[in-house]
């Protein structure tokens, strides 16, 4: 019984924050490349942030890079996702996503084999 469950999506105006969360069960988050994705109606899906298994390591994507925060919650076996200043442009179905070993391109979705279910995040007035 693996499972990644995300929670914390929304409604939420432009320059608002959500906090989106990852919690694994069946499996220790801390030994896995973490990663969230995103996807809009009608584009394809798109590498968010990532945080490395060995060093901690983060990676955002350029449009997220110093407005969103990724971070490791061990106690929680759970990967957070701070996003603020938000845009309506950073409305989509949010997922994160988990691989095990090195990962060189951790911002692509092809790297990682387990996925939760996603949760929406909307950004309108």
């Not at 938000?86 to 092809?110: F, H, M, N, Q």
């Given at each position: 019984?693996?499972?990644?469950?995300?929670?914390g999506?929304?409604?939420?105006?432009?320059?608002?924050?959500?906090?989106?969360?990852?919690?694994?069960?069946?499996?220790?988050?801390?030994?896995?490349?973490?990663?969230?994705?995103?996807?809009?109606?009608?584009?394809?899906?798109?590498?968010?942030?990532?945080?490395?298994?060995?060093?901690?390591?983060?990676?955002?994507?350029?449009?997220v890079?110093?407005?969103?925060?990724?971070?490791?919650?061990n106690?929680?076996?759970?990967?957070?996702?701070?996003?603020?200043?938000?845009?309506?442009?950073?409305?989509?179905?949010?997922?994160?996503?988990?691989?095990?070993?090195?990962?060189?391109?951790?911002?692509?979705?092809?790297?990682?084999?387990?996925?939760?279910?996603?949760?929406?995040?909307?950004v309108?007035?």
């Amino acid at each position: 019984q693996l499972q990644l469950v995300e929670s914390g999506g929304g409604l939420v105006q432009p320059g608002g924050s959500l906090s989106l969360s990852c919690t694994a069960s069946g499996f220790t988050l801390d030994w896995y490349t973490i990663a969230w994705f995103r996807q809009a109606p009608g584009k394809d899906r798109e590498g968010v942030s990532c945080i490395s298994n060995i060093d901690g390591t983060v990676r955002y994507a350029h449009s997220v890079e110093g407005r969103f925060v990724i971070s490791r919650h061990n106690a929680e076996n759970t990967v957070r996702l701070q996003m603020n200043s938000l845009k309506p442009e950073d409305t989509g179905v949010y997922y994160c996503a988990a691989a095990s070993g090195i990962v060189r391109t951790c911002l692509s979705p092809s790297a990682y084999n387990r996925w939760g279910q996603g949760t929406q995040v909307t950004v309108s007035s």
